[in-house]
């Protein structure tokens, strides 16, 4: 732990990254410290600051490499020389060697290659943060691709994991901070990476993912090879389309860019809401335009790796949430995020939606195509902080998808509406979900549990009756008890009231005689308060 941990400041110190950071954004103490470094004596050196980050980036390993990926699709937030070198990120990892891979695909399979395969290259088509990607062709003659994990890439993400879980207990310290969750999000982003290191996984999502889009115009999923697959060489069809961060290549054969960027975000609405299953690692590198029909463009969709899915409430909650900004209605926003425990019940609906309304309306004024979604969700969070808002895990692989998609919609075609062609695709949905067709699919879906409890349901109501018999009875006893209690509390109360009475009275008659001397002597308002005094004494 401490060796990476000194290897990842050294990485810093190397490429100068602190170079990127907007020190004018600082804190004056921060850019203090960053002033007085010592990382000022050493030279920045002739590289732009997007080839030092990608550089530094490749040489941390994989979960860092995934980190620049995701950025890279964020054209809109980053310099555009910086974001062209992150995207190099999505396929240009420097490659382990050939004989390593020959040498892993043999042991996989415990077979020789040349018996497994008519052809094997042992240069990588692409080399990717966890694994790289060899053509092929079976003896069948079907060409194919031969996915390979990285040798040695558990030992690497294990040991970043252990450091991100330190950070994260460090940030739990911070009350601010602990809004974000930071361990649960650290344990679900190691669950899903780690996913990544099981092959069957990845093909078992791939063949879920095309039966979804079975003969469908918008996306083309290509077909495993089960026979060739192992927990660590995953062998399938090879596709070969256009890479969809190649625009200049999209253009020259007249592909449908405007077309092309809506049904990218038709693709992924349809997946979570239709399919409840959706690809979560969609940055260019796993994307492709097939060269057929480029005025009907059809996606097409490679390592499945880490897909996503949402309980039923999660789904409501998000389309609900979404219709609600799109309506602009903050007091059903507010009142969302309160019914489903994001911020406490004490909190007032009206006070949330006036806070998220200040944030948003400027966002949301502007025309529709200049909105990034992920504005609003930074404008959102801003807002979460006054209202202590916690951040979801189960959401978390969600919002990183879909501002995948925004950046690639945006790359693709910079007018893209979001806004509008997600409206009315929700709005269907919604109608679906609550209309007559929604219910009798929920009856359809329930009727095989339905019918195998309904024999059982005479028993359950005689049982149920019996049990509100017994507790009708319970509560019966129990009342006659509380009564029987009240009862003597009050015969209690009774004797000793007439026990304090024939006290009084007995020590007056004791004492009648020195007392009646004092009272002659006594102006009257004393005698007064006297007498009322004995006569509250004798009724309590």
């Known amino acids: 732990m401490g060796l990476r941990l000194l290897r990842i400041i050294w990485v810093i110190t190397r490429y100068r990254l602190d170079t990127l950071l907007p020190l004018q954004r600082l804190p004056w103490w921060l850019r203090l410290v960053f002033v007085l470094s010592p990382l000022r004596l050493v030279p920045v050196g002739r590289r732009s600051g997007g080839e030092r980050l990608r550089l530094a980036l490749e040489s941390l390993g994989p979960i860092f490499v995934k980190f620049g990926q995701l950025l890279s699709t964020r054209r809109d937030l980053l310099p555009e020389e910086i974001a062209d070198e992150l995207r190099r990120l999505q396929d240009q990892v ?57 040798p040695g890439i558990d030992h690497i993400m294990r040991q970043d994991m252990a450091l991100m879980y330190r950070v994260a207990g460090l940030l739990t310290l911070i009350p601010e901070a602990r809004r974000l969750r930071p361990v649960e999000v650290v344990r679900d982003y190691e669950a899903t990476l780690f996913d990544e290191l099981d ?44 890479p969809v961060a190649d625009i200049a290549a999209l253009e020259a054969q007249g592909t449908d860019l405007k077309r092309l ?87 007032r609906a009206n006070e949330f939606a006036a806070a998220i309304r200040t944030v948003c309306e400027p966002i949301l004024e502007k025309p529709l195509k200049d909105i990034s979604f992920g504005q609003v969700l930074l404008g959102l969070f801003q807002t979460a902080r006054r209202f202590n ?23 693709l075609y910079p007018d893209l509406d979001l806004w509008s062609t997600a409206k009315p695709y929700l709005e269907r949905w919604m109608k679906e979900r609550a209309g007559a067709a929604g219910l009798w699919e929920s009856l359809k879906r329930q009727a095989p549990e339905l019918s195998r409890q309904l024999p059982e349901l005479p028993s359950v ?36 009231r007439r026990l304090r009475l024939g006290v009084l009275l007995a020590g007056l008659a ?19 308060l006297g007498a ?9």
């Open 261 to 347: 960027a809506e049904r990218g975000v038709e693709i992924f609405f349809t997946q979570v809401f239709r399919d409840n299953f959706f690809h979560a690692d969609m940055h260019p590198g796993n994307i492709f335009v097939a060269r057929e029909h480029p005025q009907d463009p059809q996606y097409i969709a490679i390592d499945c790796g880490i897909v996503g899915s949402l309980a039923r409430e999660d789904q409501d909650y998000l389309a609900r949430n979404l219709l609600a900004f799109f309506h602009q209605d903050y007091y059903e926003v507010a009142a969302l995020h309160i019914e489903s425990g994001w911020v406490g019940e004490e909190t």
């Open 94 to 150: 420097p490659p382990f060697p050939g004989s390593e891979a020959t040498a892993l695909v043999e042991t996989e399979l415990r077979m020789p290659l040349e018996v497994a395969f008519a052809h094997f290259e042992p240069e990588p088509l692409a080399s990717a943060s966890i694994a790289q990607v060899h053509a092929a062709r079976l003896h069948s003659g079907e060409d194919v691709v031969v996915k390979i994990i990285r």
């Open 532 to 540: 009322i005094g004995l006569v509250l004494l004798a009724w309590q």
């Open 510 to 528: 004791l004492a009648w005689q020195p007392l009646s001397e004092w009272a002659m002597n006594q102006p009257w308002p004393i005698l007064v």
């Open 199 to 242: 092959l069957h996984k990845e093909a078992a999502n791939t063949s879920q993912l095309k039966r979804n889009f079975k003969d469908s115009p918008l996306l083309y999923v290509p077909t495993i090879y089960w026979s060739h697959t192992r927990k660590r060489v995953m062998v399938q069809e090879r596709i070969h389309g256009i």
């Open 389 to 411: 808002m916690e951040v979801q895990p189960q959401l978390v692989l969600l919002q990183k998808t879909l501002l995948n998609i925004e950046g690639l919609g945006r790359q």
């Open 461 to 496: 109501a005689h049982q149920a009756l019996t049990r509100i018999e017994h507790e009708h009875r319970q509560r019966r006893r129990q009342a006659m008890a509380l009564s029987g209690i009240q009862h003597q509390l009050r015969v209690g109360r009774r004797g000793g």
